[in-house]
């Protein structure tokens, strides 16, 4: 038995059809494939959803306070004025 990929471009269409709220079955039927790779692959969509890429945002005073404050309650050696 082989297995095929699904395209990048079928992975878009499958995008959005799910936006327009057809049933699996209908994609599936649309795409000449089993419910079940549409399924799988609509819940791998789920799943990777965008991560932040680069640095991450600076940290608010707030932030740092409460950082500050958790590691000293640890009674941490380390110096941590600013």
Known sequence: MTFAHLTNSEKELLSKWKKAKKTVT??????????????????NLKR??????????????????RLVGKAEARHCCCDFSL
Do not use: F, H, N
């Open 26 to 43: 209908e994609m599936a039927d649309l795409l000449g494939r089993s419910k079940s790779t549409v399924s799988r692959q609509l819940a």
């Open 48 to 65: 990777k959803k965008a991560k932040p890429v680069g640095r991450p945002p600076a940290l608010d005073e707030k932030t740092i306070e």
